[in-house]
């Protein structure tokens, strides 16, 4: 990515090679439009389950950062973090997941592009589950 920036002179994008919760809490308030959290690590064993990125913690800081009708867009080919992430969701009053049917979580966005590990998935014949919330 580092090196695509550099060659095609891109100019605005930023990049934090740290823990992203500290970076998301320097951020203000519902400054964002948008949160992507593209194939969190799906940390298997049940007792490793609270490092999960989306957790309740987690969930309350990108609920601040992002404006009211901004969107977080979760994306996981892991059959225990779908389950897991539809549940931490289903809990929250501020978010509302904008599938009506299951082919909006089942194709990729208008938008998508494939990460390195979207990819990997794709040849091992896992399949991405696209999660789109609106933050109310
Ligand atoms: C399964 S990989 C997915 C990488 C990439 N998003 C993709 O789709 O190709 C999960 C990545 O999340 C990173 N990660 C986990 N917790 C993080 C955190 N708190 N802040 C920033 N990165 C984190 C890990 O280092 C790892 O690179």
Do not use: S
């Amino acid at each position: 990515m580092l090196d695509v920036l550099l060659r095609e002179n891109i100019t605005n994008v930023r990049v934090y090679m740290d823990d992203a919760r500290a970076m998301i809490d320097a951020l203000p308030d519902a400054g964002l439009d948008i949160v992507y959290l593209l194939h969190p690590d799906p940390w298997h064993k049940k007792r490793h389950a609270k490092r999960r990125f989306v957790n309740p913690d987690n969930l309350d800081a990108l609920a601040r950062v992002l404006k009211p009708g901004g969107e977080l867009r979760i994306v996981t080919d892991d059959p225990v973090y779908r389950q897991w992430t539809a549940i931490r969701m289903t809990e929250r009053t501020d978010f509302h997941w904008m599938a009506e049917k299951p082919a909006d979580w089942r194709t990729p966005p208008a938008d998508w592009i494939d990460t390195r590990y979207a990819l990997k998935a794709g040849r091992e014949g896992r399949l991405d589950c696209f999660f789109r919330y609106q933050k109310l």
